[in-house]
């Protein structure tokens, strides 16, 4: 807003790189928090990452994240959230864009867990949901 010479160069700076879209992409993902990768320990490329806004059959993911709770994305149709339903919403969908059989999700739309086993499934909704009621 200042109209000093340094503000006004990094505007004009600013504005020029604004027409690359390289530039775009890595403003976007610093500003939705999509390169942000937590360290979740070892496992799927995805567990840690905040998940795009993926295409489901039934509508986009960001849709169904709009009540703050957890989110199990089952492609498998095998998992459960029994014990947690109150605190983690279930949806088995189908997304192209996504390459995992299942993820859980944090509310903040991170990736807590990813694959398709129930028993490492259930570990993990302890460890980020608390026990199971």
């Known amino acids: 807003m200042s109209f000093k010479p340094g503000p006004q ?8 790189l604004m027409d690359f879209d390289e530039v775009n992409r890595l403003l976007i993902e610093r500003v939705t928090a999509i390169s942000v990768r937590y ?16 295409a489901l059959k039934r509508g986009r993911l960001y849709e ?20 947690w339903t109150d605190r983690v919403a279930h949806v088995v969908d189908v997304s192209e864009e996504l390459d995992a059989p299942a993820v859980l ?3 903040d739309g ?5 694959g398709e086993d129930q028993a ?12 199971a009621s």
């Open 105 to 107: 999700l944090r509310p």
């Open 9 to 16: 160069a990094l505007r004009r700076l600013m504005t020029e």
């Open 120 to 131: 490492d499934l259930v570990s993990h909704l302890s460890q980020w949901f608390g026990m």
């Open 64 to 83: 169904l994240m709009h009540a703050g709770r957890g989110l199990l994305i089952d492609q498998t149709g095998r998992l459960s959230v029994t014990g």
């Open 110 to 114: 991170h990736v807590a867990w990813a």
């Open 39 to 54: 360290d979740f320990g070892d496992g799927h490329p995805l567990l840690g990452r905040r998940l795009k806004d993926i």
